[in-house]
Structures are given as structure tokens and as C-alpha cells.
């Protein structure tokens, strides 16, 4: 079993749409968790980070974390054609420095 | 959020060729950064861990001698593909971790072995 599975998808969406992505992991250290929107040829940008569990909301954006069920979620609301875009989750363990584990990354396709 | 950046942001080299990336985090201080390689419709994969004054850790698998790292200081750290080959062809990214534990990203390098 890898570390984060994440589904690629492609998710296909219309415009206005309010999107789920999701990861699941297996590691119980993780304790950073976050997501990030990578376009095309382009470095990934950092959109949501939480620590630990509990939800955090960031305008149309809110990621989940529930670390008894291992498993994190960002919803994004309202959602346009701009959104299209490979997310990707990440997460890292409790050490100061310790590197990010990615899941594949799910691409999104918001349809106008 | 703070800003990373990455030069040149593409390369084409000739085979048996050496290419240095540079990677800078413009408005912080970053005692670690990471470099990442990423193939076409994958996800990112980690190649090493730099340490600023000390030696890269690097990910199995990743040649040290082929990738040369230098953290020479806070804000830079450099990648160095020796003797680049056509499988060495990818986009490479770096990340610098602030003080709060989160990585911010640079815009990669799109590095292109003829």
C-alpha cells in the first residue's frame, strides 16, 4: 500500500460546480497536511495547510482533516473554469525538515 | 505567500553537458530546501534534502555524483545535473520550507537533454 493514494481521476465538472477532492494515507505520524494547484508546466502553489485535524476554510476553498479515519478532503465551492488544474495533497510527519509525501494528484476539468 | 524562485526556468543542453539550476527564496530564510523532479502526468518525486552548510541528503535510487547540491547559503540552494543524458530530461522544482513547516514552490526548470 503506498503512503497517499490519491484518486487521478480526471474530474469533469461544470461551472459552478462544488468539487471534492480526497486522499487517503496510511502513515499515522503525518501531522502537516496540505494542497496544493499545480497548472500545466508550472510549480505546484500552495492553496490549503492545516495541522493536524479539523477543517480550515479559505474563501471558496476548505480542507478537512480526519486523522482517526486517515483521510483529508478539499471542497471548493462555487467552482470555475479557472480551477482547472492538476491538486495535489501532501503531508509530512512531525520532524522539523521532514520532506513531503505526494499523492498523485487528481486533474480537475471546470467546464463554463 | 512567500515567493521561491527558480533559474533558468528552461535549458537545452547537449549530451555530456553540465546544467546548474538555482533555487531562491526571496523573502525568507530557508535553512531547508528540496529539489523534485517531475515527469510528464506525474506526480512529484523527491530527490534530495539540502541542508543549508551541510552535505544533501539524498533519496534512493538518486545518484549524488549526477546531482550535485549546494546549499551555500539561507536564501539559495543550487542543483547541478553532471554529464546530462537525454534520461535526464524533466522538469525539476524546488521547494523552501519556512519556519512554520510550510514549503512553498518554485516555478521549475524545464531541463532538455539533446
Known amino acids: 500500500q503506498k503512503e497517499v493514494e490519491q484518486d487521478p481521476g480526471p474530474l469533469s465538472v461544470p461551472e459552478g460546480a462544488i468539487v471534492s477532492l480526497n486522499c487517503t494515507y496510511s502513515?499515522?505520524?503525518?501531522?502537516?497536511f496540505m494542497w496544493y494547484r499545480q497548472y500545466s508546466r508550472k510549480g505546484p502553489e500552495l492553496l490549503m495547510y492545516?495541522?493536524?485535524?479539523g477543517n480550515k476554510e479559505d474563501g471558496r476553498f476548505t480542507a478537512q482533516v480526519d486523522k482517526s479515519s486517515k483521510y483529508i478532503s478539499l471542497f471548493i465551492r462555487d467552482s470555475q473554469p479557472s480551477d482547472s488544474a492538476t491538486y495535489l495533497c501532501?503531508?509530512?510527519?512531525?520532524?522539523?525538515?521532514?520532506?513531503?509525501?505526494f499523492g498523485k494528484g487528481t486533474t480537475l476539468s471546470v467546464s463554463s | 505567500g512567500a515567493v521561491v524562485s527558480q533559474h533558468p526556468s528552461w535549458v537545452i543542453c547537449k549530451s555530456g553537458t553540465s546544467v546548474k539550476i538555482e533555487c531562491r527564496s526571496l523573502?525568507?530564510?530557508?535553512?531547508?530546501m528540496f529539489w523534485y523532479r517531475q515527469f510528464p502526468k506525474q506526480s512529484l518525486m523527491l530527490m534530495a534534502t539540502?541542508?543549508?552548510?551541510?552535505?544533501?541528503?539524498?533519496e534512493q535510487g538518486v545518484e549524488k555524483d549526477k546531482f550535485l547540491i549546494n546549499h551555500a547559503s539561507l536564501t539559495l540552494s543550487t542543483l547541478t545535473v553532471t554529464s546530462a543524458h537525454p534520461e535526464d530530461s524533466s522538469f525539476y522544482i524546488c521547494?523552501?520550507?519556512?519556519?512554520?513547516?510550510?514549503?512553498?514552490f518554485g516555478p521549475g526548470t524545464r531541463l532538455t537533454v539533446l
Open positions: 521547494s523552501a520550507l519556512t519556519l512554520e513547516h510550510e514549503q512553498f
Open positions: 502513515n499515522s505520524a503525518f501531522q502537516y
Open positions: 492545516t495541522y493536524s485535524s
Open positions: 501532501a503531508m509530512s510527519g512531525n520532524q522539523a525538515g521532514t520532506a513531503l509525501i
Open positions: 523573502d525568507f530564510q530557508a535553512t531547508t
Open positions: 539540502s541542508n543549508e552548510g551541510s552535505k544533501a541528503t539524498y
